[in-house]
């Protein structure tokens, strides 16, 4: 199947940095991506759809100015944690699903390996 | 997307088949069943998924109900490996999926 990468894998950081996190999708196009929040033993939480040439769309609650995204390009999404807080500590997940034209068909979603990052 | 309801633990002994039920009883026509399992620390892995018709492939079975309000998904041999959380999800659009608490799956020697 298809793949997409994340990086880094593990990143700890000050309180007050800010975070970037890389989403590549190996060998497809996606011109929507998508970024989840997972607490410990917690589900996965949607937090905004990442559209590559436009802004992102972010769910309820889900505040836009600390949470920066970008899609430069149809292989990356960029995810940017500003001036992070211990309670930003989570593990982060981005998907993509379909090619370039085709992203809104049920295809099967691919997922990062995940971003655990640690604010301290 | 609907919402569905797993229970939150099961096991199965290795080498057995692991049937693992959901229940999405308000899925609308247009809406996909699909099937995540999440091994600790690492992303949601893809296993199947189905509209209407019966699935199989070389992880799974994926046993879809006739009115569309229920399905089971099978590991018909279940090794230790399989371990982990799996997800049940209905939507339109894969990427964007909400998950719920999911069952965990534990596989015993």
């Known amino acids: 199947g298809a793949v997409v990468s994340q990086h880094p894998s593990r990143v700890i950081c000050k309180s007050g940095t800010s975070v970037k996190i890389e989403c590549r999708s190996l060998?497809?196009?996606?011109?929507?991506m998508f970024w989840y929040r997972q607490f410990p033993k917690k589900s996965l939480m949607l937090m905004a759809t990442?559209?590559?040439?436009?802004?992102?769309?972010?769910e309820q609650g889900v505040e836009k100015d600390k949470f920066l995204i970008n899609h430069a390009s149809l292989t990356l999404s960029t995810l940017t944690v500003t001036s992070a807080h211990p309670e930003d500590s989570s593990f982060y997940i981005c998907?993509?699903?379909?090619?370039?034209?085709?992203?809104?068909?049920?295809?099967?979603?691919?997922f990062g390996q995940g971003t655990r990052l640690t604010v301290v | 997307d609907a919402k569905t309801t797993q229970p939150p633990s099961m096991d199965c002994a290795e080498g057995r088949a692991a049937n693992l039920p959901c229940n999405h009883s308000?899925?609308?026509?247009?809406?996909?069943v699909y099937w995540y399992r999440q091994i600790h620390s690492q992303g949601p892995q893809y296993i199947i998924h189905?509209?209407?018709n019966n699935e199989t492939n070389e992880m799974a079975s994926l046993i879809i109900t006739e009115d569309r309000k229920s399905s089971t998904l099978i590991l018909p041999h279940a090794t230790l490996r399989d371990t982990a959380v799996y997800y049940c999800?209905?939507?339109?659009?894969?990427?964007?999926?909400?998950f719920g608490d999911g069952t965990t799956l534990t596989v015993k020697p």
């Open positions: 060998d497809f196009q996606a011109t929507t």
């Open positions: 999800i209905v939507t339109t659009n894969a990427g964007k999926s909400t």
């Open positions: 308000t899925i609308s026509g247009n809406e996909y």
């Open positions: 998907s993509a699903s379909g090619d370039g034209l085709r992203s809104n068909l049920n295809t099967e979603a691919f």
């Open positions: 990442s559209n590559e040439g436009s802004k992102a769309t972010y």
């Open positions: 189905g509209l209407k």
